[in-house]
């Protein structure tokens, strides 16, 4: 079981930026993500960072979001830039199985497999 504090969410203009950041206690992990879910909608990966440092990233987060992290204190952390109205949701924080995050092509689709520990959420809203 991880164990999150998120923080960093908040409401913005359109074009404008945000840094997200989170901080994961407890058990070891393969890797972390950052999801997102609006109103209605399912939940969806937006970027993910393995141990390696290797990244994932949703279309929709390509070239305007970057994930990043500080192993040494354990945060996780995602720049977000270019800011639009469909990205506004409630962002999550989340730390990966070793057979969740061994799937690349899966690991931004798999929010629903019971595979991810989850922070507690902290709201993006992005006015136009």
């Known amino acids: 079981q991880v164990n999150f504090v998120e923080s960093g969410g908040g409401s913005v203009q359109a074009g404008g930026s945000l840094r997200l950041s989170c901080v994961a206690l407890?058990?070891?992990?393969?890797?972390m993500g950052w999801f997102r879910q609006a109103p209605g909608k399912e939940r969806e990966g937006v970027a993910v960072i393995d141990n390696d440092g290797n990244t994932i990233y949703a279309e929709s987060a390509k070239g305007r979001f970057t994930i990043s992290k500080d192993a040494a204190e354990n945060t996780l952390f995602l720049q977000m830039e270019s800011l639009k109205p469909e990205d506004t949701a409630m962002y999550y924080c989340?730390?990966?199985?070793?057979?969740?995050?061994?799937?690349?092509?899966?690991?931004?689709?798999?929010?629903?497999?019971?595979?991810?520990?989850w922070g507690q959420g902290t709201q993006v809203t992005v006015s136009s």
């Open positions: 407890g058990s070891a992990y393969s890797c």
């Open positions: 989340a730390a990966g199985s070793l057979l969740t995050c061994s799937d690349k092509r899966t690991v931004l689709t798999s929010a629903a497999t019971g595979g991810w520990d």
